[in-house]
């Protein structure tokens, strides 16, 4: 925890965002620890693939295109009130969780509306033994379906905003190609040659 | 280009096929144990991604070209929503696993798995083609 706040001040102040975008890998890493020991395997799995993995390269793809460099904008006033508003909501979120139930505690509601259903039951009605999938897949398995569908609509989104400049590209090379191929019609020796 | 990283060039050429198969062991062992569709899915595209950054994207569009991926995308979909039709059509309701087979248990473990592959194959086919998408704009180098 002690890590992810340094990494966190450190994204905040260092201006090359190349470095920032690796101490967000590591940020996700050390989260990704931070679930393994809260027991939430499937959850760290996830988080070390997609934030520490995934994301880190495409934060990088997206650099290449961009630049390295963060602009400076905004005046000192600026920052301060951002650092105001941020300071107010962090402290009204953790205001909030006073009223969670302490960690493990057996008499919290979520051990208490289907959790137990679905611990004692699931292997019986599903016959899977991880308990995660069976949930996951089954009974909420149009949750899952709606996930699904927000990852096709992402790639989709994707395509139709960056896929369009590389059609564009591509025909643009097409159309060299047929312009060289239409030269090498033209000197056929040079084909022999090579 | 081909002759610089030799060394990362080598190991990860050892790496990617574990990888591709640990992606397929988390798809098909998700049942036992951590892991699942979106896990697998992510290591696998993963993989092709680790391949694209070492040997060029346009090496690894060869491999898998873009229009291999977009169709995988839609039938990862696909797959996912027609299991559920299938439950429909068998007299249940939609995305029912029980009717898929004699067995109840045996129509949900069909049907987990079936759902699951959905996910997996959507799932590594947004990476990689996002990925693809990202990389290819630099097109200079």
Same mark, same amino acid.
């Given at each position: 925890?002690?890590?992810?706040?340094?990494?966190?001040?450190?994204?905040?102040?260092?201006?090359?965002?190349?470095?920032?975008?690796?101490?967000?890998?590591?940020?996700?890493?050390?989260?990704?620890?931070?679930?393994?020991?809260?027991?939430?395997?499937?959850? &760290?799995?996830?988080?070390?693939?997609?934030?520490?993995?995934?994301?880190?390269?495409?934060?990088?793809?997206?650099?290449?295109?961009?630049?390295?460099?963060? !602009?400076?904008?905004?005046? !000192?006033?600026?920052?301060?009130?951002?650092?105001?508003?941020?300071?107010?909501?962090?402290? $009204?979120?953790? #205001?909030?969780?006073?009223?969670?139930?302490? #960690?493990?505690?057996?008499?919290?509601?979520?051990?208490?509306?289907?959790?137990?259903? #679905?611990? =004692?039951?699931?292997?019986?009605? $599903?016959?899977?033994?991880?308990?995660?999938?069976?949930?996951?897949?089954? #009974?909420?398995?149009?949750?899952?379906?709606? =996930?699904?569908?927000?990852?096709?609509?992402?790639?989709?989104?994707?395509?139709?905003?960056?896929?369009?400049?590389?059609?564009?590209?591509?025909? %643009?090379?097409? &159309? %060299?190609?047929? !312009?060289?191929?239409?030269?090498?019609?033209?000197?056929?020796?040079? =084909?022999?040659?090579? | 280009?081909?002759? +610089? *990283?030799?060394?990362? +060039?080598?190991?990860?050429?050892?790496?990617?096929?574990?990888?591709?198969?640990?992606?397929?062991?988390?798809?098909?062992?998700? /049942?036992?144990?951590?892991?699942?569709?979106?896990?697998?899915?992510?290591?696998?595209?993963?993989?092709?991604?680790?391949?694209?950054?070492?040997?060029?994207?346009?090496?690894? *569009?060869?491999?898998?070209?873009?229009?291999?991926? +977009?169709?995988?995308?839609?039938?990862?979909?696909?797959?996912?929503?027609?299991?559920?039709?299938?439950?429909?059509?068998?007299?249940?309701?939609?995305? /029912?696993?029980?009717?898929?087979?004699?067995?109840?248990?045996?129509?949900?473990?069909?049907?987990?798995?079936?759902?699951?592959?959905?996910?997996?194959?959507?799932?590594?086919?947004?990476?990689?083609?996002?990925?693809?998408?990202?990389?290819?704009?630099?097109?200079?180098?």
């Amino acid at each position: 925890m002690l890590i992810m706040g340094v990494m966190a001040i450190a994204i905040a102040r260092i201006r090359d965002l190349f470095a920032v975008s690796m101490l967000s890998g590591i940020f996700s890493l050390t989260a990704a620890a931070a679930y393994v020991v809260l027991d939430a395997v499937d959850v &760290a799995f996830t988080e070390a693939a997609v934030g520490a993995g995934i994301s880190t390269v495409l934060m990088l793809g997206t650099l290449a295109l961009t630049t390295r460099q963060e !602009k400076v904008t905004g005046g !000192k006033s600026k920052g301060t009130a951002a650092f105001f508003v941020v300071a107010v909501t962090g402290a $009204v979120l953790i #205001y909030g969780t006073f009223d969670m139930p302490r #960690y493990g505690d057996p008499i919290a509601p979520i051990h208490h509306h289907v959790a137990p259903r #679905y611990l =004692e039951k699931s292997f019986g009605e $599903v016959g899977m033994p991880n308990v995660v999938t069976s949930v996951l897949a089954s #009974y909420r398995s149009f949750d899952t379906l709606g =996930e699904v569908f927000v990852i096709f609509t992402a790639a989709t989104g994707v395509l139709a905003i960056l896929g369009r400049v590389g059609r564009r590209r591509r025909e %643009d090379e097409e &159309a %060299d190609e047929t !312009k060289t191929a239409r030269t090498e019609d033209a000197s056929p020796d040079k =084909e022999t040659a090579s | 280009m081909m002759h +610089r *990283k030799v060394v990362l +060039r080598v190991v990860s050429k050892f790496l990617i096929p574990p990888i591709l198969l640990f992606a397929l062991y988390v798809q098909f062992h998700g /049942d036992f144990g951590p892991g699942g569709g979106f896990q697998a899915g992510v290591i696998f595209g993963a993989a092709f991604i680790l391949y694209a950054i070492l040997f060029g994207v346009e090496t690894a *569009k060869k491999v898998l070209p873009p229009w291999v991926t +977009r169709l995988l995308l839609v039938v990862g979909v696909l797959t996912y929503g027609l299991c559920g039709v299938a439950g429909l059509l068998l007299g249940g309701n939609y995305l /029912d696993y029980n009717v898929l087979a004699h067995d109840p248990l045996h129509g949900q473990h069909y049907g987990i798995l079936i759902v699951e592959a959905g996910v997996g194959i959507t799932v590594a086919a947004a990476m990689i083609t996002i990925f693809n998408v990202f990389a290819g704009q630099t097109g200079e180098d």
